[in-house]
C-alpha cells in the first residue's frame, strides 16, 4: 500500500463526524462505529482477526507464524477534538494497518496487534485516555463513572454501544506484549524547521488539565455601576492573561485556557459564573506541578480582588514520560536504515504511550507536520513523510524479527 492510498484513506475517515460543518468523532458515538466498519475491513484484509473490545478500542490481531505469547502492540487513536484535522491518532492506526498488509501474509516471529483506541482526545467525558488506560488495567470506577454534557456516564456509553463492562479486565494487555509502538504527526513545527521527515521520540512532557470556575453576581448589565458588579467574567479574563504571561515567562513552559463556559450567557446580563479549562505542559514535573499551583494561587487572588470567588477541580495529572531507550534505539537504527537522517525529539502532546508506557516499553515515531498545525483542519502530511514512515516501520519489523527469531 502506498502512502497515497493511506492518505485517501484518513480523508475518507475524517468525513465520519457528530457535526456537520467539521470532524468531531468523540468516544463511542455513531460515527465511531462507522469507523469501525471501515477499518475492520481494512484489517481483515491485511490478514487480522478483529474484535472490539469493552473499551470501544478496535484490535486487528495478526497471528506470529508459530504459537508464542510474544506480541508487538502498534496502535494510536481514533477519536478527535472539535474541528479536527484528518491525520491526529488515525494516520498511526492506517500506518500500522499498511505495515501488516505489507508483509502479505508471512509471519513473523511475535504476533502483531494493531489497536484503534476508542479515546485519547476526552473530549466527551473530560477525561483522556479511557481507551488506552483499559489496556492499562486503568480504566477505574471514578472514570467510569464521569458524565459527558448530556448526564451519559462511560459506563452508561460503553453499554449504549452494546458493550460490556464487566468484560473490561479482558481488554488488558495479554501476557507477552513486549512493545507498543506508535507513529504520529509531530503537531508542531520543529521537523519542518529542521527540513526532517521523521523525528524519534525520546519522551513527553507531563501534562495537567483542570477546570477553574469562577463565581460572582449576575446582574442586569444597565443598571449596575462598575463598581457594583461582582462580573465572574472580568475576573476570568484578568486571569487568562496572566497566565499567558506566566508561561511566556517560563522557559518551556505551556499554558492554556482553551474553553470558556459564561453563565448566563447574554449580552445584557453581567457574567454570573465562567469555567475555565486549564491545560498546563512542561518536560519536567517538578516545573509543572509548581507552575499550576502559582497559577491556581493567581486565579483566587485576582477573583478576590474582583469580589469573586474561585475554585478548581483536577481533572488530569500524568507524568511526563521517557520513551523505551531500546526502543527508541531500534527506532533509530530502523529511520537510518530507511535512508532518513535520525533525530530524536520530545514530545509536547500527549500521546496513548504516555498510559501504555505504564506497562510495557513504549516509543513514537513521528512524521513532519506540515505548516507545524495540528487540532485544526488544515493539518496535513506529506505523502513523501508517509512513505518515509512506511520504510522505517518496515525497517523496525525486519530489526524486531532478526532479534526475536
Ligand atoms: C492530545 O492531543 C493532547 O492534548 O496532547
Ligand atoms: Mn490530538
Ligand atoms: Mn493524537
Redesign the pocket.
Known amino acids: 500500500m502506498r502512502a497515497g492510498e493511506i492518505i485517501d484513506r484518513c480523508r475518507t475517515l475524517a468525513v465520519l463526524s457528530e457535526i456537520p460543518d467539521g470532524l468531531l468523532r468523540t468516544f463511542l458515538s455513531p460515527p465511531m462505529r462507522q469507523l469501525h466498519g471501515l477499518l475492520r475491513e481494512w484489517m481483515e484484509a491485511a490478514g487480522m482477526r478483529t474484535a472490539i473490545d469493552a473499551a470501544g478500542n478496535l484490535r486487528g490481531l495478526y497471528p506470529s507464524s508459530a504459537e508464542t505469547p510474544r506480541r508487538l502492540l502498534i496502535g ?2 481514533v477519536d478527535t477534538v472539535p474541528y479536527a484535522g484528518a491525520f ?2 488515525v494516520l498511526g492506526v492506517l500506518l500500522a494497518i499498511a505495515l501488516v498488509d505489507a508483509l502479505g501474509g508471512r509471519r513473523l516471529p511475535f504476533s502483531i496487534e494493531v489497536v484503534a483506541f476508542s479515546d ?2 476526552g473530549i466527551r467525558f473530560g477525561a483522556p485516555f479511557l481507551g488506552s488506560r483499559a489496556l492499562a488495567g486503568a480504566l477505574d470506577a471514578a472514570l467510569l463513572g464521569r458524565r459527558d454534557a448530556d448526564g451519559i456516564s462511560v459506563e452508561e456509553a460503553i453499554r449504549a454501544f452494546g458493550l460490556d463492562p464487566a468484560a473490561l479486565p479482558e481488554a488488558r494487555l495479554s501476557r507477552g506484549v513486549f512493545a507498543y509502538i506508535e507513529f ?1 504527526i509531530e ?1 508542531g513545527p520543529v521537523l519542518e524547521s529542521l527540513g526532517l521527515p521523521l523525528g524519534v521520540v525520546t519522551s513527553i512532557a507531563g501534562l495537567s488539565r483542570l477546570s477553574v470556575t469562577f463565581r460572582g453576581q449576575a446582574n442586569h448589565a444597565g443598571t449596575t455601576p462598575m463598581h457594583l458588579r461582582r462580573d465572574a467574567l472580568a475576573a476570568a479574563a484578568r486571569w487568562i492573561s496572566l497566565v499567558d504571561r506566566y508561561a511566556r515567562a517560563t522557559p518551556r513552559l505551556a499554558a492554556t485556557v482553551g474553553a470558556l463556559d459564561v453563565r448566563p450567557g447574554a449580552a445584557n446580563i453581567i457574567p454570573g459564573e465562567v469555567r475555565a479549562s486549564l491545560d498546563v505542559r512542561h518536560p519536567d514535573d517538578a516545573v509543572r506541578q509548581r507552575s499550576t499551583a502559582v497559577l491556581l494561587d493567581d486565579a483566587r487572588r485576582i477573583a478576590a480582588r474582583c469580589g469573586v470567588a474561585a475554585e478548581w477541580q483536577s481533572h488530569v495529572d500524568l507524568a511526563a514520560t521517557a520513551c523505551d531507550p531500546w526502543l527508541v534505539a531500534a527506532l533509530g537504527r530502523a529511520v537510518s536504515a530507511a535512508g532518513y537522517p535520525v533525530h530524536r525529539m520530545p514530545s509536547g ?1 500527549g ?1 496513548d504511550a504516555m498510559i501504555l508506557a505504564w506497562r510495557i516499553p513504549a516509543a513514537m515515531l513521528f512524521l513532519r507536520s506540515p505548516g507545524g498545525i495540528s487540532h485544526h483542519p488544515d493539518e496535513t502530511v506529506h505523502a513523501a513523510d508517509v512513505e518515509a514512515a512506511l520504510a522505517a516501520g518496515a525497517a523496525l519489523l525486519a530489526d524486531l524479527e532478526q532479534r526475536q527469531a
Open positions: 494510536s487513536h491526529d491518532g485519547e482526545e504520529h503537531q502532546a500521546h
